[in-house]
């Protein structure tokens, strides 16, 4: 199964990567980016979040707590949650910042949650999950801990109309190899209709937001993904 793939895969990138030296966002696979392009991304994407500065923010997905830290910094006094299913990324994150970080997995039925938050995140995630019905699943349980008026950020989605492009530059730069074909693992893309109609059935709002707009030469296939914002 591909979630299982890439669980192998982010455990091992875990004791390759996690070191003090190493800046949060590196560890998780955006080495790519210096620490000022990593919080020029992000901050593209939150600023459309419309934070006042004091919410309870919950990341799904947060391996070692890089998102956060990125919101984290600009807004002091936001309350923040984090889960993933790699223990030693949730180390580090219990490290580096101030907040509740626990062990879950995404796909799990029930998360160890009796919380409800402001603002629920997940970036880069999705393209792990195993089908479009765990996604939905894991929206469900998104909103089920969302407060009434709370808000949905889903980021760093792979665009199915660009699946071809995406795989064509995945296999150039021969990501993931790890020198193991049972870790090759691929990624689950999206029709943007798919979320469309999710978020029309739940009667919110949703704003897409098309990467061409944040297209960083060192990080060319960004521009095959969208991110969106559901309120």
């Known amino acids: 199964m591909r979630s299982k ?50 919410e309870s923010v919950l990341e799904i997905g947060c391996g070692s707590g890089a998102f956060l830290d990125a919101v984290k910094r600009r807004y002091k006094k936001i309350e923040i949650t984090g889960f993933d299913n790699c223990s030693n990324y949730i180390d580090v994150a219990k490290q580096k910042l101030i907040g509740r970080f626990f062990v879950q997995d995404a796909s799990d039925n029930e998360w160890d949650l009796d919380d409800t938050f402001d603002i629920i995140t997940s970036f ?8 479009l019905y765990i996604a939905t699943q894991v929206m469900e349980n998104m909103f089920k801990h969302l407060k009434k008026e709370g808000k949905v950020f889903i ?12 795989k064509e530059y995945r296999r ?3 990501k993931y190899l790890l020198r193991s074909p049972e870790l090759n ?39 095959y993904r969208y991110s969106l914002v559901i309120s």
């Open 155 to 166: 980021g760093d989605i792979p665009n199915k109309i660009f699946e071809d492009d995406d």
């Open 124 to 131: 880069s995630v999705f393209q792990y999950l195993d089908s």
């Open 172 to 174: 150039k730069e021969k």
């Open 5 to 54: 793939s890439w669980k192998k895969v982010w455990f091992i990138k875990s004791f390759l990567e996690c070191s003090e030296k190493q800046p949060l966002h590196a560890m998780v696979g955006f080495d790519m980016l210096t620490r000022k392009q990593w919080d020029k991304v992000i901050y593209f994407f939150i600023d459309k979040l419309e934070i006042k500065g004091r």
């Open 185 to 223: 693992a691929d990624h689950l893309y999206y029709d943007k209709d798919f979320f469309i109609t999710y978020v029309r059935d739940k009667g919110k709002r949703i704003l897409i937001l098309d990467h061409e707009n944040v297209i960083n030469p060192i990080f060319p296939n960004i521009k």
